[in-house]
Every structure is written in structure tokens, then in C-alpha cells.
């Protein structure tokens, strides 16, 4: 397994297809919460189970404000299918061409097999990285990291707010 990027770290922003005339930028989510979840390929029996649980957790996501997007080596044409097949309620981006360009930014591309890891990462409403964990490509890392990661940063947020406030005139 690689290293993927560490909390702290600017999250490398891209351009990805969500559908064949259709982009989404990570520029384009700024403000709020995102959890990007690389995966290896749309229709290998954990990478469907991994996204039926972000689906199914979703309104969890929501209420930290937290945008879900899924991102493989798929086209946009394969995730299309896939997401409809899964219905799945959050975009997935296709890192096509040049094949894992934004997976390897990230340090989530698998080079002897062409696909991403199973990465996953919480990036904070400026940009940054706040969370990543690399899960073994076999295992369904669940949504339970994620949660918390995104527990901890509204915490964080929050106490950042009140110190914020406590200094103004004082």
C-alpha cells in the first residue's frame, strides 16, 4: 500500500467528469465539508457495497454540511450506469484521462494495477485535508472513520469560532 496525503496538507483541487458533458471541481465545493472516497472500479462486489453505504448514510453526511463524492479510473459513462444500477444519491467523478491523474495527486493510484486505492479523505471547508485513511483494497472501510473525522471538524470549527469570538475587543 502507498502513502496517501496526511491531514494538514493542501487538498490538490481537479476537474473531473461527473457525467460525459458534465464537470465538477473540487473549487466548486469550497465552504463546506467534502469526503472524497477513491475506490478501485464501479462494479467490483466492495466498491458497490462501500457506495451503497455512503448512500444509505448520506442524510448523516448532510447534517455536517458534507459533500460525498466517489472518484475511480471508470468513465463517466460506467459511473453513469453504476449509479443509476445503485442509485446512488452523490456524484461520482470519473479520473479517466489521463487515467488516475487525480488519484495519484492524492497518492491513491495503484500503478501495477491501473486503478485507485481505497482511499478516503475529509477535506475542511478552506481545503485542507482534515482526515485520510488508506483501507486494505479487499476491505470496505465502512463509514464509521469518516463520521468521526467529520464529529472532530465540526468540534474543531466550532471551538475555532469560540476562540475567534473570545478575542475580538478583548
Known amino acids: 500500500m502507498g502513502h496517501v496525503l496526511a491531514p494538514g496538507v493542501t487538498a490538490p483541487d481537479f476537474t473531473l467528469h461527473v457525467t460525459p458533458d458534465q464537470t465538477l471541481s473540487l473549487g466548486d465545493l469550497r465552504g463546506r465539508p467534502v469526503v472524497l472516497a477513491f475506490y478501485p472500479a464501479d462494479w467490483s462486489p466492495v466498491c458497490g457495497d462501500q457506495m451503497a453505504v455512503y448512500n444509505q448514510v448520506l442524510p448523516e453526511f448532510r447534517r455536517h454540511e458534507?459533500?460525498?463524492?466517489?472518484?475511480?479510473?471508470?468513465?463517466?459513462?460506467?459511473h453513469q450506469a453504476f449509479a443509476e444500477t445503485h442509485h446512488l444519491h452523490f456524484p461520482l467523478l470519473a479520473d479517466f484521462e489521463p487515467k488516475g491523474a487525480v488519484a495519484r495527486?492524492?497518492?491513491?493510484?495503484?500503478?501495477?494495477?491501473?486503478?485507485?486505492?481505497?482511499?478516503?479523505?475529509?477535506?475542511?471547508?478552506?481545503?485542507?485535508?482534515?482526515?485520510?485513511?488508506?483501507?486494505?483494497?479487499?476491505?470496505?472501510?465502512?463509514?464509521?472513520?469518516?463520521?468521526d473525522a467529520l464529529d472532530?471538524?465540526?468540534?474543531?470549527?466550532?471551538?475555532?469560532?469560540r476562540t475567534q469570538s473570545a478575542g475580538v475587543g478583548g
Open 66 to 78: 458534507a459533500e460525498v463524492v466517489g472518484i475511480s479510473v471508470d468513465s463517466a459513462w460506467c
Open 152 to 161: 472532530r471538524l465540526e468540534t474543531q470549527e466550532t471551538n475555532d469560532v
Open 105 to 147: 495527486q492524492y497518492g491513491a493510484y495503484r500503478d501495477g494495477e491501473g486503478v485507485c486505492e481505497r482511499a478516503l479523505f475529509v477535506v475542511d471547508r478552506e481545503g485542507l485535508i482534515f482526515w485520510s485513511y488508506l483501507s486494505p483494497i479487499a476491505v470496505n472501510p465502512g463509514a464509521d472513520g469518516i463520521l
